[in-house]
């Protein structure tokens, strides 16, 4: 039981709002078409019951006041009672007049039934009835006698389960009238959330900068906070990277400053200063990247086309890198969008790229794969390779891999931190016989 309901519970925190309205509805419906069905028929047989009863009471006390006794103390009728109800194809009403000596019954009595015994006799009556017995006490003019009148309960039922056909259709077509209707009902008051939904959907794919439109009272607030909440998103974000932008600039001059001072020392130690300065480049541009990609969580939305940047950042290393004659194939689909900004997808790609000319020893190729979640654009060279440990110091986060090496790229391990701000991931390993594998895998913009 415990793990049934372990198994249901995501099942039923999963489902929708309107599913969820949906049925809870369909079973408190259902129950109430159930418990009406029944109830109702049960009441109409008791009213049905109670008023043929009452019939019957009246029949007998008609029956004892049109009794005739003759001088020979027989039995006869006054007026004739024999109508429909006691005689025909369909009678269901029998009467009896009984005494110790003899008995007078309706014509039908005999014919269907055989015979209906006095409640003193000890024999039994007719099953499956409703009946009414009236004692008349002897007196001097008439013996003692009992006036019998019976009802065919079949008649009840039948109408009954006539009845019982009706109601359940008049029901079945209400139950359906009243989903119909809270279909409808739910359709109208979740329609400010399908709105909201779709701007939502519009402002992560970058189609919008807020959230416009009016809403019920219970929903604006929050579309009123979201705003509010967009609006200081972008100005935080303009602002740092305004910041980042002036440092960078404000650091290069003296940089600049100490690269032609360095040229006038001595070569020993010219070599040792510019290796510094080297030093203190790489940790300006991996310090400024940190403090841009701080705001450029997949807030807003924005998109870029791979294929269209490698093209360009293979064109730059073409140049770069012409004595090796290395070939680039780029395989990647040029309608292929993924949900992060172009600078920052041209500084992932241009790192590992420029690493691939690097290693490489005659070809690159780049091609993508689809992945459930993700898509993996996959960068693969025929270079040496890395060993293990490498693989894993090189994408490990706040780490960086060959840090005495000076170079243009920001390391992998900023590689691995830009693309884990926008959920995707970054994977190497070694092919054979040989080469690098680099995975690297990107959210799917929203439509």
Wanted: charged content about 20%; overall charge negative; glycine content about 4%.
């Amino acid at each position: 039981m415990t793990n049934f309901r372990q198994k249901l519970s995501p099942r039923l925190a999963s489902l929708s709002l309107r599913k969820r309205m949906l049925i809870s509805s369909a079973l408190w419906l259902s129950l109430m078409f159930v418990i009406v069905g029944t109830i109702i028929p049960w009441f109409v047989y008791k009213y049905l019951e109670q008023d043929i009863g009452s019939e019957l009471s009246q029949t007998a006390k008609e029956l004892s006041q049109s009794i005739v006794w003759s001088d020979d103390s027989q039995i006869s009728l006054s007026k004739n009672i024999d109508d429909t109800r006691f005689d025909g194809a369909n009678a269901a009403l029998y009467w009896a007049i009984l005494t110790s000596d003899f008995s007078l019954y309706s014509q039908n009595v005999e014919r269907d039934l055989g015979r209906i015994a006095p409640a003193s006799s000890g024999q039994e009556a007719i099953a499956n009835h409703i009946e009414r017995r009236l004692f008349i006490p002897e007196t001097s003019q008439s013996p003692q006698f009992e006036i019998v009148v019976i009802a065919d309960d079949d008649v009840i039922e039948e109408t009954v389960n006539l009845f019982i056909g009706l109601i359940f259709v008049i029901l079945s077509v209400l139950l359906i009238a009243v989903l119909c209707l809270f279909w409808i009902q739910m359709t109208w008051t979740l329609l400010p959330f399908q709105s909201l939904q779709s701007q939502l959907v519009d402002l992560k794919g970058g189609k919008r900068k807020q959230i416009s439109g009016s809403f019920p009272s219970e929903v604006a607030p929050l579309t009123n906070e979201l705003n509010a909440l967009l609006f200081h998103y972008n100005d935080v974000l303009a602002r740092a990277r305004s910041h980042a932008g002036n440092l960078s600039h404000t650091l290069k001059t003296p940089l600049a400053i100490l690269q032609n001072q360095c040229a006038q020392l001595s070569p020993s130690d010219q070599e040792q200063i510019q290796t510094t300065i080297a030093q203190i480049q790489h940790n300006i541009d991996h310090q400024l990247t940190r403090a841009r990609m701080a705001g450029s969580l997949n807030i807003l939305g924005v998109t870029s086309k791979p294929a269209l940047r490698v093209d360009a950042i293979a064109m730059a290393f073409d140049k770069v890198y012409h004595s090796k004659e290395l070939v680039l194939i780029n395989e990647l689909d040029e309608q292929l969008s993924v949900a992060i900004e172009q600078t920052d997808l041209d500084e992932i790609l241009g790192n590992v790229i420029e690493n691939a000319y690097k290693w490489a020893n005659s070809q690159i190729r780049i091609y993508q794969q689809q992945n459930p979640d993700l898509i993996e654009i996959i960068i693969d060279d025929d270079g040496p390779g890395m060993s293990e440990d490498n693989l894993v110091q090189a994408i490990e986060r706040g780490k960086r891999f060959d840090e005495s090496t000076p170079g243009t790229g920001l390391g992998l391990n900023i590689v691995s931190e830009t693309i884990h701000s926008y959920r995707g991931k970054v994977e190497l390993c070694n092919r054979k016989p040989n080469g690098l594998r680099v995975i690297i895998g990107l959210q799917i913009p929203s439509d």
